[in-house]
């Protein structure tokens, strides 16, 4: 089961927002939009992970 998350730390940069808006929404820190297909957005959540200046986005497969 694929699964993604954020763990404490984030500082709000936006950037994860900025890459992949189906996917997360930042007000003031981030969080994981509900209802949201993670497969169809695979590729921009790694992205996201990647840039996170924090690491704090963590992807399962
Ligand atoms: S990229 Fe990282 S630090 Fe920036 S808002 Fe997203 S989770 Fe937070």
Redesign the pocket.
């Known amino acids: 089961m694929k699964r993604v998350y954020?763990i404490s730390g984030?500082?709000?940069?936006?950037?994860?927002?900025a890459i992949c808006p189906q996917v997360?929404k930042?007000d003031s820190?981030?969080e994981i939009r509900e209802k949201t297909d993670i497969e169809a957005y695979e590729d921009e959540i790694k992205e996201?992970a990647e840039?996170?200046?924090?690491g704090?986005?963590k992807y399962e497969e």
């Open positions: 954020i984030c500082i709000g940069c936006g950037s994860c927002e997360f930042v820190v981030s996201a840039i996170c200046p924090v704090v986005i």
